[in-house]
Each structure stands twice: as C-alpha cells, then as structure tokens.
C-alpha cells in the first residue's frame, strides 16, 4: 500500500518503479534473515580501475586479501558478499554493531587503526595483502602505504550521488559486480520513489543544522526547502542539538555518508510528510534492507524504530 496518494498516473509510475513485496513482521530477536545458503569468497581478478580520486589502481589476480581501513568500505564489502577477502579492518568497523552481528568472524580479524585515527603500517605490511582501501579519513596514509609497496585504493563516502559510483567500484575491486549493481538499483529507485511520491506535495522547510552538505543534498529527495529559520531543526545524531531532528543511529548512523543513508532519508519523510509515508512502512523498510543486504533480521526495536 501506498500512502496518501490521490493520483492515479503517479500511482502508476509507483508500481511500475517500486513493485515488489514485503517480507514477514518483526521478530522478536536478532536472527538470519533466512535458511543460512553456503557462501562463496569471489575470486580475485586482474583489474584496472580509476578510484574516487582519480588514481589508476590495479589488483592482482593471485592475491585476494583486502585490508579495508574505513567503516563506509568494510560494510559495503560485507554487503557485496565479499567479507572472505578482508584481512584487516579498522577500529570503528571492528566495533560496528552491524558488523559484528552480519559478520561475526571479523572480531578476529586484525585491526590496523588506532583511537587517533592513525595507521599501523607495519601491521599491514606484514599482512601483505592484495589490496588496501582507504577512505575519507584515512587517505593521509595513502603515500606511506605505497612506498611499502602496496596496492591501494582510495574510495570517498563524500555525499548522496558519489556514494552510487563507490558502490560500483568497491563492486569492481572485489569482483562482485552484480551484487553491486543491486544494491545500486536499490539505492537509486529508492531515492527515485521519494522524488515521485512528493514532487506534488506542498513544499516543506527545514534547517539544517551546521548547514551539513550532506544532509542538505539528501534532504532535496523529498521536497524540502532549506532555510535559516525554519521551526524543524535536522541534525546529524552525533550532534546532540536538543530538540532537532535526528535519525535513529542504533545500528549505524542512517545520517551518513553510506547505502543506509536512504534509510535516514525514510525517517526524515516520515516526520516531514506524515500524510505520505507511515511508521509501519519505513520500519518494514529498514528490516528488509537489513536482512536482504547484511542477512540479519533486527526488530523495530533494535533499529530505534519502536514507539
């Protein structure tokens, strides 16, 4: 069902979009989303591709071992199906709610980052893996990285439409090329269906806290004006604004830049255009990405999401 639509051609180019069902309610503890199927690490490959910062970057078809130093990439290798390579991940990874619960024998894997924010090279190296991937924060190890010799990519979770194009090369460095252009469907009818449903809609306006970018740019999905003196206040959760609006963070934060972003982007359209979209929709939302993605089943509950 599709809420508070009036317009039979808009409903129409819904379906068309967006057909699909649900799978089952809540349950009432974290379990696999369903019967467990045998799982298979993708083969490395030769592969030659251009990374976020414009960098030549090609892997080895003999070493297959990932070090993945950032949560954004970490997440999305395990969501790709590619959690067998990873060798090496950082500190926030290894304490990621979501990846301990979706993959689970990573706490063994080695740490490479300290609280700073620094990277233990030597650590690394003796790893001698096939291909390190760097992001955002990271990027500042990238020169001592490859004067040790190593193969490394840089991949940026900067704002909304780059997080598409990392998708795919993260993809194509794991040679999990379908599974990323799955996700990347997913990702972008979802941001297509939110255009739609409120494209007709009176305008509403918001402040964005600290005029973030990247809740500013995610915010334009649903129709939302941005001003300096709006009486809703969105802010990221880690910014503890009293009285603004914040996604749930439970699991990860839904506020930054990765997929689970069109999550958060659920939340604030709920708030924002209560008429259009309803808790039980976005709850169901959440539990399905989860379990499709990440092969867990949370309860509303667990995700933030219970009254």
Same mark, same amino acid.
């Given at each position: 069902?599709?809420?508070?639509?009036?317009?039979?051609?808009?409903?129409?180019?819904?379906?068309?979009?967006?057909?699909?069902?649900?799978?089952? *309610?809540?349950?009432?503890?974290?379990?696999?989303?369903?019967?467990?199927?045998?799982?298979? /690490?993708?083969?490395?490959?030769?592969?030659?591709?251009?990374?976020?910062?414009?960098?030549?970057?090609?892997?080895?078809?003999?070493?297959?071992?990932?070090?993945?130093?950032?949560?954004?990439?970490?997440?999305?290798?395990?969501?790709?199906?590619?959690?067998?390579? $990873?060798?090496?991940?950082?500190?926030?990874?290894?304490? @990621?709610?979501?990846?301990? +619960?979706?993959?689970?024998?990573?706490?063994?894997?080695?740490?490479?980052?300290?609280?700073?924010? *620094?990277?233990?090279?030597?650590?690394? /190296?003796?790893?001698?893996?096939? #291909?390190? $991937?760097?992001?955002?924060?990271?990027?500042?190890?990238?020169?001592?990285?490859?004067?040790?010799?190593?193969?490394?990519?840089?991949?940026?979770?900067? *704002?909304?439409?780059?997080?598409?194009? %990392?998708?795919?090369?993260?993809?194509?460095?794991?040679?999990?090329?379908?599974?990323?252009?799955?996700?990347?469907?997913?990702?972008? %009818?979802?941001?297509?269906?939110?255009?739609?449903? /409120?494209?007709?809609?009176?305008?509403?306006?918001?402040?964005?806290?600290?005029?973030?970018?990247?809740?500013?740019?995610?915010?334009?999905? $649903?129709?939302?004006?941005?001003?300096?003196?709006?009486?809703?206040?969105?802010? &990221?959760? @880690?910014?503890?604004?009293? *009285?603004?609006?914040?996604?749930?963070? #439970? $699991?990860?934060?839904?506020?930054?830049?990765?997929?689970?972003?069109?999550?958060?982007?659920?939340?604030?359209?709920?708030?924002?255009?209560? +008429?259009?979209?309803?808790?039980?929709?976005?709850?169901?939302?959440?539990?399905?990405?989860?379990? &499709?993605?990440?092969?867990?089943?949370?309860?509303?509950?667990?995700?933030?999401?219970?009254?």
């Amino acid at each position: 069902m599709f809420y508070g639509m009036k317009k039979p051609i808009i409903f129409v180019l819904i379906l068309v979009l967006l057909l699909g069902g649900c799978s089952a *309610g809540p349950n009432t503890d974290t379990q696999p989303a369903e019967e467990e199927k045998e799982y298979v /690490t993708p083969l490395p490959e030769k592969v030659t591709v251009t990374d976020s910062d414009g960098r030549t970057v090609t892997t080895s078809a003999e070493n297959g071992d990932i070090v993945s130093v950032g949560y954004e990439s970490t997440s999305l290798l395990i969501a790709l199906g590619a959690k067998g390579r $990873i060798t090496g991940i950082d500190a926030r990874s290894a304490d @990621s709610r979501l990846v301990i +619960d979706s993959c689970p024998e990573l706490q063994d894997t080695a740490v490479v980052t300290d609280d700073s924010s *620094g990277l233990m090279i030597e650590s690394i /190296t003796a790893q001698k893996p096939g #291909l390190v $991937i760097l992001t955002d924060n990271y990027v500042q190890h990238l020169d001592a990285l490859e004067n040790a010799g190593l193969t490394v990519a840089v991949v940026r979770f900067e *704002g909304v439409e780059q997080i598409k194009s %990392s998708v795919e090369l993260i993809g194509s460095l794991s040679n999990t090329r379908q599974a990323a252009q799955n996700l990347c469907s997913y990702y972008d %009818s979802t941001l297509t269906r939110f255009k739609v449903l /409120t494209m007709t809609e009176p305008q509403k306006t918001v402040t964005v806290y600290n005029n973030d970018e990247v809740l500013t740019e995610l915010l334009t999905y $649903i129709n939302c004006g941005i001003t300096d003196d709006s009486g809703l206040i969105i802010a &990221k959760a @880690s910014d503890n604004v009293q *009285g603004a609006l914040c996604a749930p963070s #439970l $699991i990860e934060p839904w506020d930054e830049p990765s997929v689970s972003l069109v999550l958060g982007l659920y939340w604030y359209a709920y708030n924002i255009y209560p +008429d259009i979209f309803s808790k039980e929709e976005i709850t169901q939302q959440a539990i399905d990405f989860y379990a &499709k993605f990440y092969g867990v089943k949370y309860t509303a509950q667990q995700l933030g999401l219970e009254s």
